[in-house]
């Protein structure tokens, strides 16, 4: 067993808090125009990939795996912190050979970057043809046609509608297994560090039948797992129009579909499907929520309920609107509604604005409150235009933001081990994803918790859900056998 344990994947925190890349599929039909897309930053982002690329392929283009092939190279970018839009910068700067040495490929930067920067981009960036926000993505195929004659595209205009509800995404490195179904857009919470209110815009949520119909779809194609995306999924509010309220009312739903009812008409679609959700917000999770997760065992037992810092005078600069009480108030009741196996995980922000060495000590007994299975952590990076780097002063040394940051991940090492001991010799069941990416003997799949599981291959197949006795663990991964 210790052999398999250095032989499989390990994901720590750290690598975790890395943006990561993930890059389109290829394409079946050689005669296409190209599209490669490259996306970064969170899952939103990938989602938005997959939709892009739906609306390309209706003009024409496929995809490719190799940017040197195609005819269209995109960008879809992240600015959550500077780093993330430094790693854009320096891709772009990789692509400066393509286009010397094919000067007709376009090249166009998506996304958040692209919202917060607009036609700035375009002067900073020589090689960029196309700057797209993320509400004008229909908008493609028009400044595509239009960069082909030699004009620049550009459209960040942000919508308070556009959900695209009715666009089928591509399912781009897809496992066939599981997916991200997008179910709101924007963000109106305005948390003083975060720019994504004015890269996203105003916070609005998609019909919920058009989200039945994509999780409905997705099983029917094979998959057995959706992930409900949004930036506050707890927020999520539509109110019917008149001609479906007949439809509601049978639902005995009566006036507005929540987040909790969401859930509960996504899980109805197949009790082999498996939901989970992200992003939820501290302040927004309710004990009906919480209460609807118990009541589907096809609703995953895991919640990412990000707490930042566990300081009171910190997340009131940080605009949070929860406090360290409210932030325990919501973890007492998912441990008391849920049960102690419910995974809970966060995200943490090291040397805020002003934050004195007692403040970080107060999110270091949080973690130790919570014992999270899991967390993201970064240390502060103030972002132009945000309330933050209006209101406060970026005055933690680079130095100790980082030391923090290493006293919170130090800390979150040993809970991940913790909470991984706690299924020792316990019966989970897994969902496959495919084979371990470091033993081609083993396959791998997550169970309820979220938790990554490591089993002997024998004859279980992708898609199936096996029962796995966990015998070991690191504090990334569980290992176990499968039992009959
Ligand atoms: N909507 C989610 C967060 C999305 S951004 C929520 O409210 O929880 C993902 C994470 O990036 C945040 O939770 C935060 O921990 C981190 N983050 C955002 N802005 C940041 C900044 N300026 N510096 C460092 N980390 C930041
Ligand atoms: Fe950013 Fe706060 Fe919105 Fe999350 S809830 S996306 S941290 S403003
Ligand atoms: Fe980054 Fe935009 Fe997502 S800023 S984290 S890609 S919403």
Same mark, same amino acid.
């Given at each position: 067993m210790d052999q398999i344990?250095? /032989?499989? @994947?390990?994901?720590?925190?750290?690598?975790? =808090?890395?943006?990561?890349?993930?890059?389109?599929?290829?394409?079946?039909?050689?005669? %296409?125009? $190209? *599209?490669?897309?490259?996306?970064?930053?969170?899952? *939103?982002?990938?989602? #938005?990939?997959?939709?892009?690329?739906?609306?390309?392929?209706?003009?024409?283009?496929?995809t490719t795996s190799s940017y040197e092939d195609a005819d269209l190279i995109l960008l879809n970018t992240c600015s959550i912190r500077e780093k993330a839009e430094q790693t854009v910068r320096h891709r772009l700067g990789q692509f400066q050979t393509v286009k010397k040495r094919k000067p007709e490929v376009l090249i166009g930067v998506l996304g958040c970057m692209a919202e917060r920067l607009k036609s700035k981009l375009l002067e900073e960036e020589k090689i960029? !043809?196309?700057?797209?926000?993320?509400? %004008?993505? +229909?908008d493609l195929p028009l400044l595509v046609g239009q960069a082909e004659e030699g004009e620049k595209g550009v459209n960040t205009f942000l919508s308070r509608e556009e959900t695209y509800a009715d666009i089928s995404p591509v399912r781009l490195n897809s496992n066939g297994v599981t997916a991200f179904i997008s179910i709101m857009r924007g963000c109106d919470n305005m948390c003083s560090f975060c720019v994504v209110p004015f890269t996203r815009g105003r916070e609005r949520s998609r !019909?919920?039948?058009?989200?039945?119909?994509? %999780?409905?779809?997705?099983?029917? @194609?094979?998959?057995?797992?959706? &992930?409900?995306?949004?930036?506050?999924? /707890?927020?999520? $509010?539509?109110?019917?129009?008149?001609?479906?309220? =007949?439809?509601?009312?049978?639902e005995g739903i009566e006036d507005v579909v929540n987040f909790a009812h969401l859930l509960e008409m996504v899980a109805r679609v197949h009790s082999d499907l498996r939901i989970r959700f992200?992003?939820?917000?501290? $302040?927004?999770?309710? /004990?009906?929520?919480?209460?609807? *997760? $118990?009541?589907?065992?096809?609703?995953?037992?895991?919640?990412?309920?990000?707490?930042?810092?566990?300081?009171?005078?910190?997340? !009131?600069? *940080?605009? +949070?609107?929860? @406090?360290?009480?409210?932030?325990?108030? +919501?973890?007492? %009741?998912? +441990?008391?509604?849920?049960?102690?196996?419910?995974?809970?995980?966060? !995200?943490?922000?090291?040397?805020?604005?002003?934050? &004195?060495?007692?403040?970080?000590? /107060?999110?270091?007994?949080?973690? #130790?409150?919570?014992?999270?299975?899991?967390?993201?952590?970064?240390?502060?990076?103030?972002?132009?235009?945000?309330?933050?780097?209006?209101?406060?002063?970026?005055?933690?040394?680079?130095?100790v933001k980082k030391r923090r940051l290493q006293e919170i991940i130090d800390k979150q090492r040993l809970h991940a081990l913790e909470r991984n001991q706690r299924e020792l010799n316990k019966v989970h069941t897994v969902l496959i994803e495919g084979a371990s990416k470091k033993s081609e003997l083993h396959l791998q799949g997550r169970n309820s918790a979220n938790k990554v599981i490591v089993f002997p291959k024998e004859h279980f197949k992708k898609g199936q859900y096996v029962d796995v006795l966990v015998k070991e663990c690191t504090g990334g991964t569980l290992l176990g056998e499968a039992v009959k």
């Amino acid at each position: 067993m210790d052999q398999i344990i250095n /032989d499989i @994947d390990i994901i720590s925190p750290e690598e975790a =808090a890395c943006e990561t890349v993930k890059i389109s599929k290829e394409s079946n039909n050689p005669t %296409a125009r $190209k *599209m490669y897309i490259e996306s970064y930053g969170c899952q *939103m982002n990938f989602s #938005d990939s997959e939709i892009v690329t739906s609306i390309l392929k209706k003009d024409g283009f496929d995809t490719t795996s190799s940017y040197e092939d195609a005819d269209l190279i995109l960008l879809n970018t992240c600015s959550i912190r500077e780093k993330a839009e430094q790693t854009v910068r320096h891709r772009l700067g990789q692509f400066q050979t393509v286009k010397k040495r094919k000067p007709e490929v376009l090249i166009g930067v998506l996304g958040c970057m692209a919202e917060r920067l607009k036609s700035k981009l375009l002067e900073e960036e020589k090689i960029v !043809d196309l700057v797209v926000g993320p509400d %004008a993505y +229909r908008d493609l195929p028009l400044l595509v046609g239009q960069a082909e004659e030699g004009e620049k595209g550009v459209n960040t205009f942000l919508s308070r509608e556009e959900t695209y509800a009715d666009i089928s995404p591509v399912r781009l490195n897809s496992n066939g297994v599981t997916a991200f179904i997008s179910i709101m857009r924007g963000c109106d919470n305005m948390c003083s560090f975060c720019v994504v209110p004015f890269t996203r815009g105003r916070e609005r949520s998609r !019909d919920p039948y058009s989200i039945v119909a994509e %999780a409905t779809q997705l099983f029917s @194609d094979g998959y057995r797992e959706v &992930t409900l995306l949004g930036q506050n999924v /707890d927020s999520y $509010k539509w109110s019917h129009l008149e001609n479906n309220k =007949a439809r509601l009312e049978k639902e005995g739903i009566e006036d507005v579909v929540n987040f909790a009812h969401l859930l509960e008409m996504v899980a109805r679609v197949h009790s082999d499907l498996r939901i989970r959700f992200s992003t939820s917000h501290p $302040k927004d999770i309710t /004990d009906e929520v919480l209460h609807t *997760m $118990k009541k589907y065992d096809n609703i995953c037992k895991y919640i990412h309920l990000p707490v930042q810092s566990g300081s009171s005078a910190v997340l !009131d600069r *940080m605009n +949070r609107t929860y @406090d360290r009480e409210w932030y325990i108030n +919501r973890v007492d %009741a998912i +441990r008391r509604i849920l049960g102690e196996d419910c995974g809970i995980s966060s !995200d943490m922000i090291a040397g805020f604005c002003n934050e &004195t060495e007692e403040e970080h000590q /107060d999110t270091l007994s949080l973690m #130790d409150y919570v014992t999270y299975d899991f967390a993201y952590m970064f240390y502060y990076s103030e972002r132009p235009g945000t309330l933050a780097a209006k209101k406060y002063v970026d005055d933690i040394p680079l130095e100790v933001k980082k030391r923090r940051l290493q006293e919170i991940i130090d800390k979150q090492r040993l809970h991940a081990l913790e909470r991984n001991q706690r299924e020792l010799n316990k019966v989970h069941t897994v969902l496959i994803e495919g084979a371990s990416k470091k033993s081609e003997l083993h396959l791998q799949g997550r169970n309820s918790a979220n938790k990554v599981i490591v089993f002997p291959k024998e004859h279980f197949k992708k898609g199936q859900y096996v029962d796995v006795l966990v015998k070991e663990c690191t504090g990334g991964t569980l290992l176990g056998e499968a039992v009959k």
